[in-house]
């Protein structure tokens, strides 16, 4: 990390607080989780920060994994095994994020949730065969649209 490129508008965080710090909480939660591109009138008719946009708009797959907490994913031994490490692995990793000095420059999404992948795709392949298969599709349509905006965003297209 002393050899990571930043932008200049980290440094003064980064000189105050270091690489790890509760200070850097609100900022990194509301790029990971709440903050959506706003509306833009040219192609791709959407604006993204540089800072990164939250993980619901860019994956709105995900928001399938709120079944989790059905109590028929976790009857089994082996289910409660396998759902408790990917959940606690998942929180650990995001709470590490949310206290890392910067939220990534430039980015499209969130970059750093890309740690956390791994674990959703387990979760989410335990409860995606109970959604109805057309709001799964919708989903999946939506984050290819929308990373393609991204994309055309990113590349300056």
Request: contains cysteine.
């Amino acid at each position: 990390y002393n050899f990571q490129l930043y932008a200049a508008h980290f440094a003064e965080d980064k000189e105050k607080y270091g690489f790890l710090d509760l200070a850097y909480i609100p900022k990194n939660f509301y790029y990971m989780f709440i903050h959506i591109p706003t509306p833009s009138l040219n192609f791709p008719y959407l604006n993204f920060d540089n800072e990164g946009n939250t993980v619901i708009f860019t994956s709105p797959l995900f928001i399938i994994l709120l079944l989790i907490i059905r109590k028929k994913y976790w009857q089994d031994k082996i289910s409660k095994l396998i759902n408790s490490i990917c959940l606690i692995s998942s929180s650990a990793l995001i709470f590490i994020l949310l206290l890392f000095w910067g939220t990534g420059w430039v980015q499209f999404g969130y970059r750093y949730f890309l740690d956390v992948i791994p674990f959703i795709v387990i979760l989410l392949s335990k409860v995606i065969a109970d959604v109805p298969w057309k709001f799964t599709l919708s989903l999946l349509i939506a984050s290819i649209l929308i990373n393609l905006s991204g994309t055309i965003w990113f590349l300056g297209l």
